[in-house]
């Protein structure tokens, strides 16, 4: 996979695109990172990208042109077609499915907008994808556009190290993870669960279930509606059901 960033401030992935797994990920060759500031292809000669909004109001408009030239130089010579992935607080709520989806392609661009908004034609006949983190609003797209790469990249095979760690993750199988533990088995009086001590797989895996459907049930209930239940799960939420009714 290869990931484009178009931003003002490129100086800000410096840290994030070359530690932890994103530093791996290169290193493996399975992802590629270039980020580019796109003041370079602004046509003014003061290098201005924003201007004043027709109709008047507040803040100031991302232009439209620095934006088309910098995609066009950037795929004018790319083996695949791009998805383009406009960092918005009107888009699409990001979702774990989201993330499984962008890991299938070859090659991303991310445009990390500030300002008060983008000129709508940006919207309308450049971008692919319009996506938000959640109802709130940064002060540019930078931070969000780093938090999506790393949940994307993070899913390329072998990256992790171990295929099935992201299969496990929250949210990938619609519900939350089951509580984790490790050595000690006892701290501070505060004992690990015997089961996961007992060496006997099926009433661990049994035990993971529930909490997973426990978990998810105590703090995010919406989400077993649309949820992957096994049949101990099923059986599980229907009693859950039962009680709240």
Known sequence: MHVDVLTLFPGMFEGVLHSSIMKKAQEQQAASFRVTDFREYSTNKHKKVDDYPYGGGAGMVLKPEPLFAAVEA????????????????????YTQKKAEELAKEEHLIFICGHYEGYDERIRKHLV??????????????????MAIIDSVVRLLPEVLGNDQSAVHDSFSTGMLEHPQYTRPASFNG????????????????????????????????????????????????????????
């Open 74 to 93: 950037l795929t004018s010579e790319a083996q695949s077609t791009p998805r383009i992935i406009l960092m918005c607080p009107q888009g699409e709520r």
């Open 128 to 145: 692919t994808d319009e996506i938000s983190l959640g109802d709130f609003v940064l002060t540019g797209g930078e931070v969000a556009s």
């Open 190 to 245: 505060l004992e690990v669960p015997p089961v996961l001590l007992s060496g006997n797989h099926a009433e661990i895996d049994k035990w993971r279930e529930e909490q997973v459907f426990l978990r998810t049930a105590e703090r995010r209930p919406e989400l077993l509606e649309s949820a992957t239940l096994t049949e101990h799960q099923q059986k599980l939420y229907q009693q859950w059901k039962q009680k709240r009714d």
